[in-house]
């Protein structure tokens, strides 16, 4: 869905320092996005993009690199806790909002020289790293007209989210807003609690394709530590 709003989303980016995007879920905001705006960078430009969760930065990253026929770690890379994927030819990074914060605050004057460009995706979870990302970025946009710096521009992503009250806080940001794609789906839950989660999560997986019936199976994890039990184990029942 999200392909048909390309153009008016990439014109509300070059025309506005902060852009709000509500995108209904299966929308394809989060992987679509990033290369939107990178397809309207100018040379030197770079961008960062922050996800909550580590796992969510470097999978996503991944994806992105793929549809836009790059290498990982080259053009497209991420960084979070620690662990990073990423080169001196990197014009897009997926970091957590942790890492991103850690960054603003050993910045030595606090303008984030270089990076023209920040999408904080998934901007409805408001955990405590949310909201103090944003008002730093906020007062980065301030330092910068002071100084007379080119903008920084933001880009506000979220499923569900109070779209009015986050405009008011960016001084009257315009919002774009983008109809999700759902698809049927059937929840089967367990009738007793599991101790092993990663393992059964496996035995489900493997039943279910030897059901035959065509269809997707989505696994909420808590971390890479289950996903990679899960993964663990389905090699094991093959």
Request: charged fraction near 30%; proline fraction near 5%; charge should be negative.
């Amino acid at each position: 869905p999200i392909m048909k709003h390309k153009e008016s989303l990439q014109d509300l980016i070059r025309n506005n320092d902060t852009v709000i995007l509500v995108g209904g879920t299966g929308c394809g905001k989060t992987v679509k996005t990033p290369q939107f705006i990178r397809e309207i960078m100018e040379p030197g430009d770079k961008l960062i993009v922050t996800e909550p969760r580590q796992i969510n930065a470097s999978s996503i990253a991944a994806h992105v690199a793929f549809e836009s026929g790059v290498e990982l770690g080259k053009e497209i890379g991420f960084k979070h806790g620690g662990e990073e994927n990423v080169s001196d030819d990197s014009d897009t990074i997926f970091q957590t909002e942790g890492t991103l914060i850690q960054q603003i605050m050993n910045d030595k004057d606090g303008l984030l020289r270089g990076v023209s460009h920040i999408m904080v995706d998934e901007v409805h979870i408001r955990t405590k790293d949310t909201e103090k990302l944003l008002v730093f970025l906020k007062e980065i946009q301030k330092k910068r007209k002071e100084v007379g710096m080119k903008p920084l521009k933001i880009i506000a992503a979220s499923a569900t989210v109070d779209e009015e009250e986050l405009k008011r806080y960016f001084d009257g940001a315009p919002i774009e807003k983008v109809p999700g794609r759902t698809h049927p789906i059937t929840y089967h839950q367990q009738p007793t609690a599991v101790e092993n989660m990663p393992q059964e999560s496996a035995r489900i997986i493997k039943e279910l394709e030897e059901g035959g019936k065509p269809g997707d199976v989505v696994i909420g994890v808590a971390g890479i530590k289950d996903q990679n039990g899960i993964d663990t184990h389905a090699q094991a029942i093959q």
